[in-house]
């Protein structure tokens, strides 16, 4: 007996079409999910690829607007944080 995910190929689509739209947001949250994580990865001041040559990044943010939406300037606020 040989198991096998006969519903994924072309043939199996036409048989089962209602699959369709399941495998597609299956897809799309998939790519969602590990897109996200590739930002926080690369984006988010909490890691640091190169310590060697910035050895804190969250320094760098000090002005910058790291977050999707956001209502605030972050140019433009005071620097009420010490800096170490």
């Not at 495998?23 to 909490?46: E, H, I, M, Q």
């Not at 956001?70 to 009420?80: F, K, N, T």
Request: charged share 20%; glycine share 4%; aromatic share 10%.
């Amino acid at each position: 007996m040989v198991l096998g995910l006969k519903s994924l190929s072309i043939a199996g689509m036409k048989q089962h079409p209602s699959l369709i739209p399941l495998l597609a947001c299956l897809f799309v949250g998939c790519s969602g999910a590990a897109l996200y994580t590739a930002r926080l990865a690369l984006k988010s001041p909490d890691v640091s690829w190169n310590k060697q040559k910035n050895a804190e990044p969250w320094q760098e943010y000090e002005n910058k607007q790291y977050k999707f939406i956001s209502s605030r300037d972050y140019s433009s606020l005071p620097q009420e944080r010490p800096k170490f």
